[in-house]
């Protein structure tokens, strides 16, 4: 009565969710990787162990969402502008850890005596790998190692010659035959869907988050997106793992880095899908079935080896050619013996067509487990010792404590993204302040109103990973309360709203921005946000004549470094000719890894020129000094750029 009830669908899904809550705890008591605690649950609850849960379409369905949740999170965390850098040396390790493991698996395909098409399956299935360790590099934050993307590019090239493998063999077992039109159609549909998804997707997704600003429909995109290239990549007779780490890749040159939308869609595959995938790897296979005859313990020794020294061969010779450390090779290993999500989908195949038998079967199902398991324990000894390139430790200081003043909930989610999205490039926090007036009868009333109107900043966020401390602030004038909190909270920058005009009663950019910017040694950030963070392409720093001193500009120029990186999308400086060579030898020293494009500012800057750049451009223009200084440089430039352009404009200045 009991596993009756386990097989319906709130019993299943109570001991779904029971085993992925309970077994990682009890594995990582043990020192082992919550990964593998899943996978050993998923084999006791399965059909070989006590047959709460049966191998049907339901848990088959939701795994193999987990598994295009999987391989969607790794293109997401590839840092897009290191894996171009690293392109060529993740096809260099893509075509080593490929060739060897099928080699070697073709090789021991001849000795077990399959015809040519189940070896050179055989091989195949040896010749990708999962990137089943992935979450273990991304709770120790080390996603953005070089080895790391090396590994990571190379899986897609690996999963994609396997399935064109695949492809062909099964061609050939229909009894078209392997025929050279065949394999150009392929490969030539491969190329215009990559390009399709790599290209195509970003451009479309600025255009729905320009026109379309609420979080849900934006959360709902990048999910229709993912399965819209899963489902296109098994329509022209590939995996829908490969259409799904495109998807990843593409979605990452989409959105803002530490994106909320993008950490939605994270959370929902990180809690729930990537875990059933894992528990449903334990559940198909049978830990005992290496005891049922000597030759399953023959067969299952020699897919082992395989497996393993195939694998470590080629990871080897990469760190040898690119002289990566210890702790690098060792996780460049790691991540790419495990054998799960394009292998099990072959060996499946392989059975039910008939080249493989049920002793090859059952001996690879048991070599999965045990990559599976020694996978995840390699990666956590070894990934903790690896050095991210790119960790901006110069930007920390200024982007490590902002600081925005709320006067509004609803108008003042935008300057929250933005200094959520600073902070997060140095994993610093936001601090959100809202000042009520010390005066008056009812300052008591007013300041509660505040309070609950901070409350409301962080419900709109709806981000679990943004550290924001909510400070509500009683003070003489809104300005005063904003400069005490800076000083008190140690804020290193101050992040404010501007609408981009002013009044007769206002100087320069407003009476309060006035106070705060030249009564604070704090740097400001002033913001006229029109447009979604996320449907920006390119961020334009302008630097006129003598704008900033020689002395500031290379902070200058790292914050808007940062400020890009932060967006995801390309810098482009116009500036004054008498920077130009500066800034050249800056951009050597900074040692960038985000896209710029430096340009000469012609004509000093004229805002009626403007009619060429797009509203998806954010143009920042630098402050430096005491107020005479701004507007002797300035003058009424930002006023004018402001009505002459409908995007996203932002004043940064630095006191000194």
Known sequence: ????????????????????????????????????????????????????????????????????????????EVDINQFMKVRTRALVFGLITFAFPQIMGMGLGYILGLDWLGMILLGSAFASHTLIAFPILTKFGVTRNEAVAVTTGATVLTDIGAFIVLAVVLGAQSGGGITLGYFVQLLVLLVIFTA??????????????????????????????????????????????????????AVNSMLPRHSPVAGHVLFIGESFFIPVFLLYSGLITDPLTFLKSPQTIVVAIGVTIVAYVSKLIAAWITGKIYKYTRSEFWTVYGLSHAQAAVTIPTLVIGLETGLFDTTLFNAAILMILLTSITSPL?????????????????????????????????????????????????????????????????????????????????????????????????????????????????????????????????????????????????????????????????????????SVPPIALRRMLEANLTFAKALNVPLLIRADSSYMQTLEALLVVCKVDQPVELEMLKDQLNPDKLEHEADSDFIVLPGFGSRKRVVDTLGNIPEQIAKAFDGNLAILHFDK
């Open 196 to 249: 399709a998804i790599i290209f195509g997707l970003p451009r479309l997704g600025k255009f729905v988050f320009q026109k379309l600003t609420s979080r849900a429909v934006e959360f709902q995109f990048v999910i229709v997106a993912l399965f819209v290239a899963a489902f296109t990549a098994e329509l022209i007779g590939v995996h829908e793992v490969v259409g799904a780490f495109l998807a990843g890749l």
């Open 1 to 76: 009565m009991l596993l009756e009830l386990f097989h319906k669908p709130v019993g299943f899904f109570l001991i779904v969710m029971a085993i992925i809550l309970v077994t990682p705890l009890l594995s990582e008591r043990l020192k082992l990787p919550g990964i593998i605690g899943i996978i050993v649950g998923g084999m006791l609850i399965g059909p070989h162990g006590f047959g709460l849960l049966e191998d049907n379409d339901r848990i088959q369905f939701l795994s193999t969402i987990g598994l295009v949740y999987l391989m969607f999170s790794a293109g997401l």
């Open 378 to 546: 390699v990666v956590q000894r070894f990934a903790p010792d690896l050095k991210t390139a790119s960790e901006d430790n110069e930007q920390a200081p200024l982007f490590g404590r902002v600081l925005v003043p709320i006067a509004d909930s609803k108008n003042s989610e935008g300057l929250v993204s933005l200094a959520s999205l600073l902070a997060s490039t140095s994993k610093g926090k936001v601090l959100a302040v809202s000042v009520a007036k010390d005066m008056g009868p009812d300052k008591e009333s007013s300041f509660l109103l505040h309070k609950e109107m901070l409350g409301r900043v962080q419900d709109a966020m709806q981000d679990p990973d943004t550290e924001i401390e909510l400070i509500p602030r009683m003070a003489l004038t809104h300005a005063h309360g904003i400069l005490h909190t800076a000083a008190e909270e140690n804020a290193s920058l101050i992040v404010m709203g501007w609408r981009g005009k002013r009044t007769l009663r206002e100087n320069v950019l407003g009476s309060v921005l006035d106070e705060v910017i030249w009564g604070s040694n704090t740097p400001v950030l002033v913001g006229k946000l029109s447009l979604p963070l996320n449907s920006m392409q390119r961020v334009i720093f302008l630097l006129p004549s003598k």
